[in-house]
């Protein structure tokens, strides 16, 4: 059974930096398989946005515009572990962040998939940036 299991949230000042940490369990090798992680963020009233995502299949990735050369993915193929690096943090990054798992091929240069189309969700990570 596949499990994700985020890590790494928790509270920071503006211009700080938290790196999220989503690891999966369970069947699927993010060196092996084919994949697409998301991370997905949902800020107090406001809709949930994709954040970023990557392929496996084909390497490509995607950043929403607001998070363009501030947040980074990368990845630990020992620990099967997927990060989110998330620099110069101001408060409109406040949020919960969702990693999910995609078990399949796709390309995500021009966009993520659709949330239904995710397998495995992780819990939800609770990331606060104030002063």
């Known amino acids: 059974q596949v499990q994700v299991v985020e890590s790494g949230g928790g509270f920071v000042q503006p211009g700080g930096s938290l790196r999220l940490s989503c690891t999966i369990s369970?069947?699927?090798?993010?060196?092996?398989?084919?994949?697409?992680i998301v991370w997905v963020r949902q800020a107090p009233g406001k809709e949930r946005e994709d954040v970023s995502c990557?392929?496996?299949?084909?390497?490509?990735?995607y950043y929403t515009n607001s998070v363009k050369g501030q947040f980074a993915i990368s990845r630990d193929n020992d620990k099967n572990t997927e990060y989110l690096q998330m620099n110069s943090l101001t408060a409109e990054d406040t949020a919960v962040y969702f990693c999910?798992?995609?078990?399949?091929?796709?390309?995500?240069?021009?966009?993520?998939?659709?949330?239904?189309?995710?397998?495995?969700w992780g819990q939800g990570s609770q990331d606060t940036v104030s002063s």
């Open positions: 999910a798992v995609l078990n399949g091929i796709n390309t995500v240069s021009q966009m993520c998939p659709l949330e239904t189309e995710y397998d495995y």
């Open positions: 369970g069947g699927i090798r993010l060196d092996q398989d084919y994949y697409v």
């Open positions: 990557v392929s496996s299949y084909d390497g490509t990735s």
